[in-house]
């Protein structure tokens, strides 16, 4: 790909690119002294520019005098990618029908179809299933689309991508599922989905943290919730803590609370010996220990 510095030609024929002046277009054209896929140093070519500013008459333009579809800038990425991005249908399919192919990979993995399902635009999404792209596909880290549909919390783009048979529990490759992803950023509607289309819930992250162990951490209460509603460990895990000592760790009283309530130990000690009110009370979270102390003193004198 030319990295030359860009002509006066070449500045014209992409700012009529971004601006979608038709006519700016075909008088350089005309001129004869441009070439229809100039690049900038970063290998940025008119079509891409048009694609990305969803200038649909100045791609077809383009396209008819022999843009390349599948020109990719330093990056990976591609005309039909920022089309993905935007949300542009009418230039997506100009562009699938004159050749461009919909699943050419970024330098991190990514194509069209991941970009869209991070913007959340679920007709593009339809669209480029429609038009073959791979819905298993993985990114370098080892997302899916579905991943990252969790990760963002866009639910009916993740009921669509499911319903098209993606698997919900396929993991990065540091073991985060999908439903991880979603108990770490708090996206309780996306983790009822994931269990309801069979998720499994205590697959752990490398470290052995759950996708519970993560909610507890970062104290979204609904999500402990619906964990625990679908038999979510309360034991101690793989990391040698439970999800009652990431809570009482970090101060989450209300999941500290909703963790007790469904019978999770008090007296259980982590991988160093020490139980959650102890932690509690380490890390200045008063309230939660005197909380978890008077519930281990209720329990001795039930015994």
């Not at 783009?157 to 950023?185: E, M």
């Not at 007790?260 to 982590?270: F, M, T, W």
Request: some cysteine; proline content about 3%; overall charge negative.
């Amino acid at each position: 790909m030319s990295s030359k510095k860009e002509s006066p030609w070449d500045q014209q024929l992409h700012e009529a690119a971004i601006k979608g002046d038709l006519q700016q277009l075909r008088a350089v054209f005309e001129a004869g002294r441009v070439h229809v896929d100039c690049c900038d140093k970063e290998g940025t070519t008119p079509l891409i520019l048009a694609s990305a500013n969803n200038r649909v008459e100045c791609v077809k333009e383009l396209l008819k005098q022999g843009a390349d579809p599948n020109r990719q800038r330093t990056t990976g990425t591609y005309a039909l990618f920022f089309a993905a991005q935007g949300g542009y249908l009418d230039t997506i399919r100009t562009l699938i029908e004159n050749g461009s192919h919909v699943d050419l990979p970024s330098q991190d993995g990514g194509t069209p179809l991941f970009v869209a399902c991070q913007c959340n635009k679920l007709n593009v999404v339809q669209e480029l299933i429609e038009r073959g792209a791979d819905l298993h596909r993985i990114m370098k880290d080892g997302a899916t689309p579905l991943f990252i549909s969790a990760q963002n919390g866009h639910y009916n783009l993740l009921k669509y991508l499911i319903s098209k048979g993606a698997n919900v529990n396929h993991p990065r490759h540091d073991k985060a599922t999908p439903l991880w992803i979603a108990a770490q950023l708090g996206h309780a509607d996306i983790i009822q989905e994931l269990l309801s289309a069979g998720a499994e819930v205590d697959i752990a992250r490398q470290d052995g943290a759950t996708p519970l162990f993560k909610a507890s951490h970062k104290g979204h209460i609904e999500c402990v919730t619906e964990l625990v509603r679908n038999g979510a460990s309360l034991g101690l895990l793989e990391n040698g803590e439970s999800a009652l000592h990431a809570a009482a760790l970090f101060g989450h009283l209300k999941v500290v609370k909703e963790l007790v309530s469904e019978d999770a130990d008090v007296n259980l000690k982590n991988k160093e010996g020490v139980k959650a009110d102890e932690l509690a009370r380490e890390a200045g979270y008063d309230i939660i220990a005197e909380f978890l102390a008077k519930h281990q003193a209720s329990l001795h004198t039930t015994v």
